[in-house]
């Protein structure tokens, strides 16, 4: 597989702007090292040091997205209504780094840095997916209709974003699931 840099921008574009634009999603990113200088080498650190992921075990990369509603009522009259919502999202990203890159083959170093760069654009729509779908969230929440007793509202804006955010879960899910099938077809 051969990314180019323009890949690699658009992901470091996507993870900065996730952290800077809105205040609403905070992307934490950290790394973990991979040494040697074979692709064996590489694959076994993987293996030994890549997150895991649930479901799926070792994974050269991942994100865990936290979702933290901030959705507050007011009583007008004797109607409550919605009169804050906001979604926050806390999105930690794990990518892997060559840490012996000079020892390493010169057919490894090209090739890993694809693996980087793949991994933080892979990343990077996760992490949007996930902001798309706290604004989703924040827009439903927001237009539910008043009620008459702000524990009722309470109960309608829970089981909208449990209701929204399952959606986010397979949308997550059916993103690796599309890449998974992409990178099947191309060995």
Sequence with gaps: MRFTNTLATIAMITLAGCTNTS???????????????????????????????????????????????????????????????????????????????????????????????????????HVKIADRYATKAEKAIANLKSEKNCAILQAKAVSTFETIMKEHRAKQLQFDADEQKRFARQT
């Design 23 to 125: 205040q609403r999603t905070n992307v934490n990113v950290g790394y973990y090292n991979v040494k040697g200088t074979s692709f064996e080498q590489l694959d076994r650190q993987i293996a030994l040091h890549g997150p895991n992921v649930k479901g799926v075990g070792k994974a050269v990369a991942s994100t865990s997205v936290r979702m933290m509603p901030d959705i507050r009522f007011k009583t007008v009259g004797d109607e409550c209504r919605v009169s804050y919502s906001r979604i926050n999202v806390k999105a930690d990203v794990i990518l892997p780094r060559l840490s012996d890159r000079n020892k390493a083959a010169k057919d490894l170093r090209p090739a890993f840095s694809n693996i980087e760069r793949y991994a933080k654009l892979h990343e990077a729509v």
